[in-house]
Every structure is written in structure tokens, then in C-alpha cells.
């Protein structure tokens, strides 16, 4: 029988991105936390690896009085491999964190591959890159929930234990196994073998239903993440997925329907209100243009139109590779355009260190620049630069910033924060400053991007083959224009020029209205971040969490 309204006594949260801000899975558990804190209170735990082993993670306070018996219990038992610190996430709500060192977990690596082979036949053997350090760090995860569950008797307990992305799921195997009274979740934020179709070049939508995963993951060479995930995707208590659109493609490539679909939600807690909003936004402005005049050593007009895009370094998957087009088709309207435009793309890349001209100069902004910079097209040196992407694609479309151009196009390849060495600004202070961005994405289970954008009064755009976008299109009294805040284009796999040229026209439209037509546009995006606040989406976590004590128990019934 469903427990409709079963809701977990603890629930442990695992992924790799827990205090290590990598992507959006980051952004998913950050942002989540208090919310769940509202039911959970403090049996609410968050895994992640311990990467540092220091004080030196900004995000991670440790508290040794929390759960002092048991972690005592832990370090009176030297020949253990498992070693944590626990503390709290410096995110709203501080949840309780534990940070696990999963280095021991190398040295009997091959019994661990033996042991999942052995119960879910997962292939290890073509394991490569981060497929190793994943996995120690996913059994490590779960020899600490086994170890707080035995120590605490928690078998009256409903327990959850919910893997985020592959790499978290051969812990979620090894708890089904170990403590088949705890229930299992487990979360494809973007299948493997999705991401790498798509990544690659291949036709993912029109062919979809002519793929066979396991023959796509030989052929891509990601048998065994792809093994992992597939594995557990069965094998959990309760398989979800982030959007409908990668619903479809998991169960398409995994073999496996999804039990409930879990829309990424956000909270606008740390969005400024009011006058504090208006003085942050114009500091963000402020040093969004310094930093290019610095750059390109000339004074850019004060009604300049300040676009970005941002996230993940995938060219296509991205949609990188359209930004820097639409770039340069906009750069060709020359005196058609209503305003100069300034386009960041705020990326990591394989960043050297903060360019030290530009940082002399940001150090004397009341010194006017009358010569651009040598590069005068990125703000952080890159080891291989000649080899960038990014950069190819800028030079090969001649988007060096000459000073006749209308479109002014830099490369921001660090992430942002406090000591950056350019701007030393978080990336939300910097987001809120610019005035429209775009994420055309090809491949993009949700999108946090043009969320986050929205609920700072950024409109955007973005693409119906995004999670986000399709969502959007779904949301009552929504037009689907820029003019509610989010224009949703139309992308397909074989559209890339039309994209660009909407991209090209939106943001040309946009430079041409008027203030009250702008001011409107924003109010209206900001509006419609409201209808993805995570107290709109958390009832589905709920109703995932019931349907996975459920299933455990119709498991236990059978075993």
C-alpha cells in the first residue's frame, strides 16, 4: 500500500558536489536545505568528500560536539577506514554536513569492484578518469550512514539514503545490500550517455528512440559510469530525474521508467529587496563596465546593454558555441544596433592565474585608459590559450574587440568570488548587474542559469530543450516572449543558424526598448521565479521519499 504522507525520521543527502561548488547538482542541495530543514530539522544529513582535510573550505565549519559518541566511537577503532569530520554547510539554515576522506578506500578497491559485481553486476573494468575516485568516495559515503545507523539502532527509523548522479551510486547499491531496511533514492541529474551523445556531435532528439544505452556507452567509451548508473537506476527504491525531457531519455537509455520527476526549485532568500537591491545591482554594473574599459582601454557609453551567459564548459551541450555566434551576427548590424553591447562569458576553463596588467589597472580606476590591453578579449590567463575553444571560436569570427565594434565580447574563465584577482565579486553579485543573458542550451537537464538570472530581475534566454525552458512553457498566462521575463527558442538538432539568429534578434529588440518597457520585462521576471520557488517543487521530493519506504518494504516482504 502507498504511504502517501510518509515522510523520512533521517535522510541523508549524498553527492559530490556537497560543500564543492562544481555545477548544479551544487545549487540543487544548497538552496534545498531549508526547506527540507522545516520537517527535518537536524536528522537531515548532507555527504560529501573531503577535499581539502583543513580549515581551508570556506563552505565547511566543523563542530566536533555534534554527535560526539558516535564520531568518538569512530576514532577509538584505529584500523577503520572510515574518517570524517562533521560540521556544518555554510549555505541557509546550516545544515549538518559530513565531509569523508575516501582515500582508504583505494587499497582494497578491486574487493569493493568484486563485491557490487558480485550483487548488481556493475562493470568496473573500464572504469577511467574520476570513475575510481567516485566510487571510493560513494562507498565511503555509505560505510558512514551504515556505521551512524548501527551505532544510533535506527531500524525502527524511517531512514532514506538518496545518491545524487552516478557517482554516487554505488553506495546507494552497497546500503540496499547492507541495510535493506533503509530506503534508496536515486538521481540522474543527466545520463552519461546522454550528455555524451550529445557532446559528440550525434543527433540526441530525432534519434533518441534508436539508441540502445549499452551499445552507445561502448561505442562513447562510458561502459562503466553508464553500468553504474543503470544498475542502480534499477535497483533503488525510487528512480528520479530532474525534468520530463530527461525522463524520456533515461528511460530510453537506462532501460528504466522514472517513479517521479523532481523539477529543480530555488530559494530567493539572498536575492537583495529594495533600495539594497538597487545599490547592488549598480555596483555590479559599475564593475562590469570598469573591468571592460580596463580591458579594452576605452570609455564604453553609460546606456551600454550588458549581456552574459555562464555555467558549464561544454561548447555545444551549453550552447557556448551559439552565444559567441550570435555574438558576431550581432556585431554585424554595426549602427543598426540601438545600443553598443558588452557580452561577458563567465566560464572556468583551465585558468592560469588573474592577469596582472589588468589588475594593475583595476587597482587605479580613476586613471582613463586610452590603449586596449594586449588579448584585450579575456580576463584571467589560460595555460594552452592557443588551444581554447572559446577563444578559437572568438578569433576565427573576429571577435577581438576592434575599436570600430559595436559588440564588445570578453572571456571570464575563473569563477568568480571575493578573490577572483579581477573582479572579486561572488557570481550572484555579478549576475545581478548585467541586463539580459542567454543560455541556448542544446543539452540541459534543467538549467539553474536563466533560473537564477530570473530571480535576480535578469531576463533571459533560453531553449525548449532545456529543463527550465520546457517548464516555463508550461507555466499558466506565460507568452512564451522575452517580454514575461524568459524567451523559450525553439531548438532542435539541426537549427544551429536559426538559433543564432533569434538569439541576434532578441537581444537587438531588447536593446531597443524603452525604460518603462525594460523596467516591466524585469518585474515580470522575477515574477516568474517565484513559481519556482522550492516551496512549489518539495512536495514532489515528498511524494518520492513515500513512494521509496513503499517499495522497501514490498522489497523486504519479498526477500
Not at 356 to 383: G, S, V
Request: glycine share 6%; with cysteine; charged share 25%.
Amino acid at each position: 500500500m502507498r504511504k502517501k504522507n510518509l515522510k523520512p525520521d533521517f535522510l541523508f543527502n549524498v553527492s559530490w558536489e556537497v560543500c564543492n561548488k562544481v555545477g548544479g547538482i551544487y545549487t540543487v542541495l544548497s538552496t534545498q536545505a531549508k526547506t527540507l530543514q522545516t520537517t527535518l530539522k537536524d536528522n537531515l544529513f548532507f555527504i560529501g568528500p573531503d577535499l581539502t582535510k583543513d580549515d581551508s573550505n570556506p563552505l565547511f565549519v566543523e563542530d566536533p560536539t555534534l554527535f560526539k559518541s558516535w564520531t568518538k566511537s569512530l576514532a577509538d577503532q584505529p584500523d577503520s577506514f572510515i574518517r570524517i569530520r562533521i560540521g556544518r554547510w555554510m549555505i541557509p539554515g546550516n545544515p549538518i554536513v559530513i565531509l569523508v576522506d575516501f582515500e582508504p578506500y583505494y587499497a582494497i578497491k578491486d574487493k569493493i569492484y568484486g563485491f557490487i559485481w558480485e550483487h548488481y553486476q556493475v562493470d568496473s573494468l573500464h572504469g577511467y578518469g574520476d570513475y575510481d575516485e567516485a566510487s571510493m568516495f560513494s562507498i565511503a559515503a555509505a560505510k558512514v550512514v551504515e556505521s551512524f545507523y548501527v551505532f544510533h539502532k535506527l531500524e525502527h527509523k524511517n531512514v532514506a539514503y538518496h545518491a545524487h548522479e552516478w557517482m554516487c551510486g554505488m553506495g546507494a547499491l552497497y546500503i540496499q545490500q547492507m541495510l535493506p531496511q533503509v530506503a534508496t533514492l536515486f538521481t540522474t541529474h543527466a545520463t552519461t550517455v546522454g550528455r555524451s551523445i550529445a557532446g559528440n556531435y550525434k543527433p540526441l532528439y530525432d534519434n533518441l528512440t534508436n539508441y540502445c544505452g549499452d551499445q552507445m556507452a561502448r561505442e562513447l567509451n562510458v561502459e562503466s559510469k553508464h553500468s553504474i548508473e543503470k544498475q542502480t537506476a534499477h535497483a533503488v527504491d525510487c528512480f528520479t530525474t530532474v525534468s520530463d525531457i530527461t525522463a524520456k531519455e533515461a528511460e530510453q537509455l537506462l532501460e528504466k521508467p522514472i517513479d517521479v520527476v523532481l523539477k529543480n526549485g530555488f530559494e530567493n532568500d539572498f536575492v537583495p529587496k529594495g533600495a539594497k537591491f538597487t545599490s547592488t545591482r549598480n555596483a555590479a554594473r559599475k564593475q562590469l563596465i570598469a573591468v571592460a574599459q580596463k580591458v579594452l582601454g576605452k570609455t564604453l557609453a553609460d546606456d551600454t546593454l550588458i549581456v552574459g551567459t555562464s555555467g558549464r564548459y561544454e561548447l555545444k551541450n551549453k550552447g557556448l558555441d551559439a552565444f559567441v555566434d550570435a555574438m558576431n551576427s550581432l556585431n554585424q548590424l554595426g549602427d543598426a544596433l540601438a545600443k553598443d553591447i558588452l557580452a561577458y562569458i563567465f566560464v572556468p576553463a583551465w585558468v592560469g592565474e588573474a592577469r596582472q596588467d589588468l589588475a594593475y589597472r583595476m587597482q587605479n580606476l580613476d586613471k582613463p585608459e586610452i590603449t586596449p590591453l594586449e588579448f584585450p578579449y579575456i580576463t584571467h590567463w589560460l595555460h594552452q590559450m592557443d588551444h581554447d575553444p572559446i577563444l578559437s571560436m572568438m578569433r576565427e569570427r573576429g571577435l577581438i574587440n576592434q575599436p570600430d565594434s559595436r559588440v564588445k565580447l570578453i572571456f571570464v574563465p575563473c569563477y568568480l568570488n571575493e578573490s577572483d584577482g579581477i573582479f572579486n565579486m561572488s557570481y550572484y553579485d555579478v549576475l545581478i548587474g548585467q541586463d539580459i543573458t542567454i543560455y541556448p542550451s542544446y543539452y540541459e537537464p534543467w538549467g539553474y542559469t536563466p533560473l537564477e538570472s530570473i530571480a535576480f530581475k535578469v531576463p533571459t534566454v533560453t531553449t525548449n530543450l532545456s529543463g527550465f525552458g520546457a517548464w516555463v512553457e508550461t507555466v499558466d498566462n506565460y507568452n512564451r516572449g522575452l517580454s514575461d521575463g524568459v524567451a523559450v527558442l525553439e531548438r532542435t538538432d539541426h537549427n544551429y543558424s536559426e538559433i543564432v539568429e533569434n538569439i541576434s534578434k532578441t537581444i537587438s529588440d531588447y536593446a531597443a526598448l524603452d525604460t518603462k518597457e525594460i523596467n516591466r520585462t524585469r518585474n515580470r521576471a522575477s515574477q516568474l521565479s517565484d513559481r519556482a520557488l522550492w516551496s512549489k517543487f518539495i512536495e514532489a521530493y515528498y511524494e518520492a521519499y513515500a513512494l521509496a519506504f513503499t517499495n522497501r518494504d514490498s522489497r523486504i516482504d519479498t526477500n
